[in-house]
T-cell receptor, first 116, second 111 residues
Framework: DTGVSQDPRHKITKRGQNVTFRCDPI?????LYWYRQTLGQGPEFLTY????????KSRLLSDRFSAERPKGSFSTLEIQRTEQGDSAMYLC??????????????FGQGTRLTVV | QKEVEQDPGPLSVPEGAIVSLNCTYS??????FMWYRQYSRKGPELLMY????GNKEDGRFTAQVDKSSKYISLFIRDSQPSDSATYLC???????????FGKGTRLHILP
């Protein structure tokens, strides 16, 4: 158990529907990352936050995707008007930037999205 | 050219053998190098990390980084069937920057 919690673990949705995923990072970790992983590929970076500020977004994150971390704790990733190509595992990770005590990124178990 | 190249395998070796996994990369700014293990339908689990060039050992696992060649390796000694998983190399410029992953190598340890 890495301590990063993601919900739901699995989501099946019809094309065109909106979906929202939640990530609860390790307590007091101030960096939170979202990745997407498709079959046979490594995780691909989507976006990351330091506290509530979204610091970087990948060009993979189209306008249909939005991520928030309103209070610097949990984060949500929303996909609007889902497409079959959005089917993937969505992974969340967290790390802590504390000067000399920086920690590496620890991942959650992921949310597996299937768009039918 | 992708930033991080990793042979996807699969790689099958008999139990007890030494396993060698490796990656090459193109961005010389990478300073932090990691190996993650991922079981089917699970999230990646951090195995090893190293900073800059050098070796690091943890139990049966040894990670090596050669920045001059832009080449990293993971060695697993006395391999066990429970080591069967996908191994992802990963790297970043700073310790808590975004991580860039390889495709992962599927490893099968045969009993």
């Amino acid at each position: 158990d890495t301590g990063v919690s993601q919900d739901p673990r699995h989501k099946i949705t019809k094309r065109g529907q909106n979906v929202t995923f939640r990530c609860d990072p390790i307590s007091e970790h101030n960096r939170l990352y979202w990745y997407r992983q498709t079959l046979g590929q490594g995780p691909e970076f989507l976006t990351y936050f330091q506290n509530e500020a979204q610091l970087e977004k990948s060009r993979l994150l189209s306008d249909r995707f939005s991520a928030e971390r309103p209070k610097g704790s949990f984060s949500t990733l929303e996909i609007q008007r889902t497409e079959q190509g959005d089917s993937a595992m969505y992974l969340c990770a967290s790390s802590s930037r504390r000067g000399k005590g920086n920690t590496e990124a620890f991942f959650g178990q992921g949310t597996r999205l299937t768009v039918v | 050219q992708k930033e991080v190249e990793q042979d996807p395998g699969p790689l099958s070796v008999p139990e007890g053998a030494i396993v060698s996994l490796n990656c090459t990369y193109s961005n010389s700014a990478f300073q932090y190098f990691m190996w993650y293990r991922q079981y089917s339908r699970k999230g990646p689990e951090l195995l090893m990390y190293t900073y800059s060039s050098g070796n690091k050992e943890d139990g049966r696992f040894t990670a090596q980084v050669d920045k001059s060649s832009k080449y990293i390796s993971l060695f697993i000694r006395d391999s066990q069937p429970s080591d069967s998983a996908t191994y992802l190399c990963a790297m970043s410029i700073n310790r808590d920057d975004k991580i860039i992953f390889g495709k992962g190598t599927r490893l099968h340890i045969l009993p």
